[in-house]
């Protein structure tokens, strides 16, 4: 069973009908002790990173998320989820992320063109990992943000794309993961992307 984390994040309902699409065995879980029988985690998200933190931390998931994840149970962060998985971000001041990928969250520069980032743009494919497969170099994903994580470590970053600036759109470490855009909202590429999660080996 595949645990999506309730916060009161915007787009559950979208990745849940995705999963539901895929045939995947899911739940959405909003209590710390119903993540015990996940084998998965998907940490969806949009809004601020503040508010969402504080809501993870309040109901005990912040620490439930990080404990699974150190166990070796595959995380899937997705947008501003995939922003919580990195140690900090500067979006309304300086606020403590759950520090499972080292960097943080910034904004982009003012550089002549709209902040957010909304649209489809490619994706630049540079590690192989299980989670892109079958997935070319070049392919489009739909983005939704403002801010975007810098990965101290450039063996984290498996894909990146363009915004003004060069930015990590994917992610990994061993067991966690992190997606900027939107794979409930990407089509094919989106829906690839959370079938290659959904049967990753787990543990």
């Known amino acids: 069973m595949i645990g999506v984390v309730d916060y009161g994040a915007g787009n559950l309902r979208s990745v849940a009908n995705a999963l539901k699409h895929l045939g995947a065995e899911f739940a959405i879980v909003s209590q710390a002790d119903q993540l015990k029988g996940a084998v998965k985690i998907i940490l969806p998200g949009v809004g601020a990173f503040s508010i969402g933190m504080e809501g993870l ?4 998931m912040a620490r439930a998320i990080t404990e699974r994840a150190a166990s070796g149970t595959p995380l899937l ?24 990928l080292r960097g943080r969250v910034i904004r982009f520069p003012r ?28 392919s489009y994903a ?22 003004g600036v060069t930015f990590p759109a994917v992610v990994a470490r061993d067991n966690v993961f992190g997606v900027q855009p939107h794979p409930e909202k990407s089509q094919a590429v989106g829906l690839r992307i959370l079938r290659n999660f959904i049967r990753m080996a787990s543990g």
């Open 57 to 60: 931390r309040k109901s005990g």
């Open 142 to 163: 739909y983005f939704v943000h403002s801010y975007f994580a810098w990965a101290s470590d450039p063996q984290d970053i498996l894909a990146e794309a363009e915004y």
């Open 111 to 138: 550089s002549g063109l709209k902040v957010p980032h909304v649209g489809w743009n490619r994706l630049m494919i540079r590690g192989s990992n299980p989670l892109l497969q079958d997935i070319p170099s070049g």
């Open 77 to 100: 962060g997705i947008c501003l989820g995939m922003q919580f998985l990195f140690e900090a971000s500067e979006e309304m001041g300086l606020h403590r992320g759950l520090g499972l």
